[in-house]
């Protein structure tokens, strides 16, 4: 009985199926984990090889165009390190807040894809202004860290989505989607010129992913259908023993037709089949 509550917050986290409990999770998890690995070396008087300009380093996405070459994994991963407790906490709460909103009109295959590459959008929009504009030729070893692209991508999509939904914030009252993302969406543009302008631009990377995505939705374009799992090509025999009223030229392929078409994909790609051997391939993945 003593594990459950454990128990219980794992299943929340890896077994629910719920992304925005994933997402929350594995940020606090790293969170913590660095926390704690940075605690000998401070003692030590060294804590900024696990503090954060090791971090940084190392998870940061980098601003420098010759550092990407050996730092292309940290488009990726420096959606999930945070430069401080209040850094990580409202990050976290957002996207709690926004993805339960999110997670009641849409798919949680589609949540997985605006928070990934709301990520991306801003690590890329990040380092496009840092090498165009010449305010930031001094900075070539800026990096910038934290998951606020990837939360504004889910909040900017959910106040796409549902512009009229509200919600409660402490001395506002009652407030409109619509009026939230605007509000950011201000607030990131005056943050451009601002010592935090790199993590303005990422922000705004992150929230024109999340508009894109739902804007191209809503005219049938689902984005998120690239993390689908394809289904896999099987041929099945007729059982001989039940009837059929469909004439067999129509419903019933050759085996060994079959055989040689996938021996001559394996040898030579499917783009070498021909028109025939395509329809064939595709009339027997019908059975």
């Known amino acids: ?12 986290v890896f077994q629910s199926g719920d992304p925005s409990y994933l997402y929350i999770g594995i940020n606090v998890i790293i969170f913590v984990v660095f926390a704690l690995i940075n605690i000998p070396f401070f003692l030590s008087g ?16 980098p601003a420098s165009l010759v550092k990407l070459p050996t730092r292309f994994y940290t488009i990726l991963t420096y959606q999930f390190f945070h ?4 850094h990580l906490l409202f990050n ?11 997670l009641d009109f ?3 295959r589609q949540f997985h894809f605006v928070y990934l590459a709301g990520g991306f959008t801003g ?15 001094s900075s070539a070893g800026a990096t910038v860290i934290g998951s606020s692209a990837s939360v504004m991508a889910i ?67 689902d984005l998120s259908n690239i993390f689908k799992k394809k289904p896999k090509l099987r041929v099945v025999k007729k059982d001989p023993a039940k009837p059929s009223f469909v004439k067999k030229k129509e419903t019933t392929v050759d085996q060994k037709e079959i055989d040689a078409i996938l021996d001559k994909i394996s040898k030579t790609g499917y783009d070498k089949l021909t028109r025939e051997e395509k329809e064939t391939l595709f009339k027997a993945s019908k059975h």
């Open 155 to 221: 909040v900017v999509a959910t106040a796409t989505l549902v512009p009229d939904y509200s919600i409660r914030l402490l001395f506002l009252g009652d407030l409109k989607l619509k009026f939230l993302a605007i509000a950011y969406v201000v607030l990131n543009l005056i943050g451009i010129g601002t010592a935090d302008a790199g993590g303005s631009f990422a922000h705004i990377g992150g929230m024109i992913m999340g508009f894109t995505f739902i804007k191209l939705l809503q005219n049938g374009n």
């Open 83 to 86: 430069g401080g407790f209040f």
């Open 106 to 108: 849409l798919k949680p």
């Open 46 to 61: 060294n804590g900024s090889i696990a503090g954060g300009d090791w971090i940084r380093e190392y998870f940061g996405f």
């Open 123 to 137: 690590a890329l929009l990040y380092l496009l202004a840092y090498n165009i504009f010449p305010v930031f030729a």
């Open 1 to 12: 009985m003593n594990n459950s509550p454990l128990k219980e917050l794992k299943h929340k």
């Open 92 to 102: 976290m709460l957002w996207l709690f807040w926004m993805g339960r909103i999110f």
